[in-house]
């Protein structure tokens, strides 16, 4: 079992419509980070988080320490929010930390 | 605002053919990173510097070698390029401690025939 899953794999929704994204992972934590990759493009860094929720425009990321769950939520999604959606958790390293990732999840909006 | 460059963006090498992929990044950060990226897997981490003058294996090292010159760059050297070495490498830096931020570059796409 991977230490970081997410779910769904592939999604696909019209555009308008809520998105949520779901992450869990297994292990003790410092951080969850939530990051977008654009087709043949870099990775972007959304939100990292420790607590509670965060909010960026129309994204909104969540997380429960104690159920070690963490969702994305996109509202009035958009074409352009189409991209592969990465979940990833820090844990401590020796002295640093490691980014352990989920596979991410491929998301398509339809116009 | 550059952040992490990485170059080159793709690259087709035969096997056996040695490259040198580089990254540098103009945030002044501690630490740097070298994941490859494949079909149907997160990303794994290949190597990492924590400061300068250090290096450190990660989950796949095998096949390659590093390189931290300075603060700013580290370059990752496939020395005997093999076929299972296709995928997509991406180079981070963050800020050394805990609950630090990533920055990635734009990624290389390596295929080796």
């Known amino acids: 079992k991977n230490e970081v899953e997410q779910s769904p794999q592939n999604l696909t929704a019209q555009e308008g419509e809520f998105i949520t994204i779901n992450c869990s992972y297994s292990?003790?934590?410092?951080?969850l980070h939530w990051l977008q990759q654009h087709p043949g493009g870099g990775i972007v860094s959304l939100f990292m988080l420790s607590s509670g929720k965060k909010k960026h425009g129309r994204l909104i990321a969540t997380i429960n320490i104690q159920e070690k769950h963490s969702s994305l939520h996109i509202t009035a999604s958009h074409p352009r929010d189409s991209a592969v959606y990465i979940c990833a958790v820090s844990t401590p390293h020796f002295g640093n930390e490691k980014l352990t990732f989920g596979t991410g999840t491929r998301l398509t909006i339809i116009p | 605002n550059a952040g992490v460059t990485q170059t080159p963006k793709f690259q087709v090498l035969k096997t056996g053919q040695s490259m040198t992929l580089q990254c540098a990044q103009d945030?002044?950060?501690?630490?740097m990173y070298w994941y490859r990226q494949d079909p149907g897997m997160g990303l794994r981490l290949i190597y990492y510097s924590a400061s300068e003058g250090t290096t450190d294996k990660g989950e796949v090292p095998n096949g390659y070698n590093v390189s931290r010159l300075n603060k700013r760059e580290f370059s990752l050297r496939l020395e005997s390029a093999a076929p299972s070495q296709t995928s997509v490498y991406f180079c981070?830096?963050?800020?050394?401690?805990?609950?630090?931020?990533?920055?990635f570059g734009q990624g290389t796409r390596l295929t080796v025939v």
């Open positions: 981070a830096s963050s800020e050394s401690g805990r609950n630090t931020e990533a920055f």
């Open positions: 292990v003790g934590i410092s951080a």
């Open positions: 945030m002044n950060h501690n630490s």
